[in-house]
Nanobody, 127 residues
Framework: QVQLVESGGGLVQPGGSLRLSCAASGGSFSTYEMGWFRQSPGKEREFVAVSGYRGGSTDYADSVKGRFTISRENAKNTVYLQMNDLKPEDTAVYLC????????????????????WGQGTQVTVSS
């Protein structure tokens, strides 16, 4: 059983930065693909970023490219999401997810690709 715990959310002004963390326990973190998603009230869960198990294969949603960076420290069983130049539309609950091998296709519905989800951390961007 894998447990994922997000942290680092909070209230930030537009243009500000936050770094989210997702700590994993149980299993072999270094073999997982890790994704970040976000969800706002009344909206569907939205893909934000994904990292391959070695950290070298990353993809981003167009809405965050150039502003957000996903990274991971396998020795600490942790994946990060560095968020810069935050905008009010980035306000959401941010969740991390783990995909254990054999990996699902990144084009799949995330509920099919990812095996475990965290509870999320709230990010609010407001002046």
């Amino acid at each position: 059983q894998v447990q994922l715990v997000e942290s680092g959310g909070g209230l930030v002004q537009p243009g500000g930065s936050l770094r989210l963390s997702c700590a994993a326990s149980g299993g072999s973190f270094s073999t997982y693909e890790m994704g970040w998603f976000r969800q706002s009230p009344g909206k569907e869960r939205e893909f934000v970023a994904v990292s391959g198990y070695r950290g070298g294969s990353t993809d981003y949603a167009d809405s965050v490219k150039g502003r957000f960076t996903i990274s991971r420290e396998n020795a600490k069983n942790t994946v990060y999401l560095q968020m810069n130049d935050l905008k009010p539309e980035d306000t959401a609950v941010y969740l991390c997810a783990a995909d254990l091998p054999p990996y699902g296709d990144r084009r799949w519905d995330p509920t099919l690709k990812y095996d475990y989800w965290g509870q999320g951390t709230q990010v609010t961007v407001s002046s």
